[in-house]
């Protein structure tokens, strides 16, 4: 199963429109970063998050990290079809050493 | 521009060939990843290393061998490459927070 996972799976928006993105850990979440991948290309990191409650935004995006440390959401605010790809979520789940586990993606296309 | 660079961006091989994957970046990162992407299941862990002349097994090791030339390289290399491995490869680096990615390579196995 899983350690890390993401909701939705897949998202189809309106351009303009706003929409939110999750990623849910049974554990303590040490970092979690938020990471953009474009169809076919490399992932782009977008932002980290370290502390209970921190938010973080860049542009039109913002990440919120909730107090346990175990949820973060990813907002878009009016959406574009520069939005579209795949965001993945990581997260440093305070392993001996120093990897990042991944959820498994939530797949945006925004429609013009 | 700096940052990761896999060779080579795609690849066929048939069942039972050999071919290794190439990793260099130019961050001066010390720690370095090879993960395989596949659809539904996210990005899993093949092997890493924290520093040159280290290297550890991740989370899907088995086929798969990794060397760490020096500390700009990681090459990855499949000795008897399986349909079971055809995927997306990416390879990344780290130093304290955030991951640098490649591009990726697209590996197909007949």
């Known amino acids: 199963s899983q350690e890390l996972e993401q909701s939705p799976q897949s998202l189809i928006v309106q351009e303009g429109k706003n929409l939110t993105i999750n990623c849910t850990s049974s554990?303590?979440?040490?970092?979690l970063y938020w990471y953009k991948q474009k169809y076919g290309e490399g992932l782009i990191f977008l932002m980290m998050?370290?502390?209970?409650?921190e938010e973080k935004s860049h542009e039109k995006i913002t990440a919120k990290l909730d107090e346990k440390k175990q949820q973060s959401s990813l907002h878009i605010t009016a959406s574009q079809p520069s939005h579209a790809g795949i965001y993945l979520c990581g997260a440093d789940m305070g392993t001996s050493y120093d990897k990042v586990i991944f959820g498994p993606g939530t797949s945006l296309s925004v429609i013009p | 521009n700096a940052g990761v660079t896999q060779t080579p961006k795609f690849q066929v091989l048939k069942t039972g060939q050999s071919m290794t994957l190439q990793c260099a970046q130019d961050m001066n990162h010390n720690s370095m990843y090879w993960y395989r992407q596949d659809p539904g299941m996210g990005l899993r862990l093949i092997y890493y290393?924290?520093?040159?002349?280290?290297?550890d097994k991740g989370e899907v090791p088995n086929g798969y061998n990794v060397s760490r030339l020096n500390k700009r390289e990681f090459s990855l290399r499949l000795e008897s490459a399986a349909p079971s491995q055809t995927s997306v490869y990416f390879c990344?680096?780290?130093?304290?927070?955030?991951?640098?990615f490649g591009s990726g390579t697209r590996l197909t196995v007949v």
């Open positions: 990344a680096s780290s130093e304290i927070y955030g991951y640098t």
């Open positions: 998050l370290q502390k209970g409650g």
């Open positions: 290393s924290a520093s040159e002349g280290t290297t």
């Open positions: 554990k303590t979440l040490y970092g």
